[in-house]
């Protein structure tokens, strides 16, 4: 079974750099074809998908969010990082990392993180 922790800081300044971490266990990040992503929930609204890392290392992203946005990995520790820059209060949310299958057409996420609250504040 696959599961998915994420972890971080839970308050971040603004202007400053949010940088969180999915720990995988169960399972290869390199796994073919599965991709890993990154979505957060901001209070009231709803999920949105911020950008994800491939199987092969290859990223995509939110085309909202991506000039701020990067997303790497670290397959010798399976997990892979979320950065978001110059965050502002709007960036409050909870943050989730997710697994899902596009190759095989799959949108839904099979496999979820419990969610790690971000709050942005000075």
């Known amino acids: 079974q696959v599961q998915l922790q994420e972890s971080g800081p839970g308050l971040v300044k603004p202007s400053q750099a949010l940088s969180l971490t999915c720990t995988v266990s169960?399972?290869?990040?390199?796994?073919?074809?599965?991709?890993w992503s990154w979505i957060r929930q901001p209070p009231g609204r709803e999920p949105e998908w911020m950008g994800a890392?491939?199987?092969?290392?290859?990223?995509y992203y939110n085309p909202s969010l991506k000039s701020r946005t990067s997303i790497s990995r670290d397959t010798s520790k399976n997990q892979y990082t979320l950065q978001l820059r110059s965050v502002t209060p709007e960036d409050t949310a909870v943050y989730y990392c997710?697994?899902?299958?596009?190759?095989?057409?799959?949108?839904?996420?099979?496999?979820w993180g419990q969610g790690t609250q971000v709050t942005v504040s000075s």
């Open positions: 997710a697994r899902n299958e596009p190759e095989a057409g799959r949108t839904e996420y099979d496999y």
């Open positions: 169960g399972g290869s990040i390199t796994t073919n074809y599965y991709s």
């Open positions: 890392i491939a199987w092969n290392g290859g990223t």
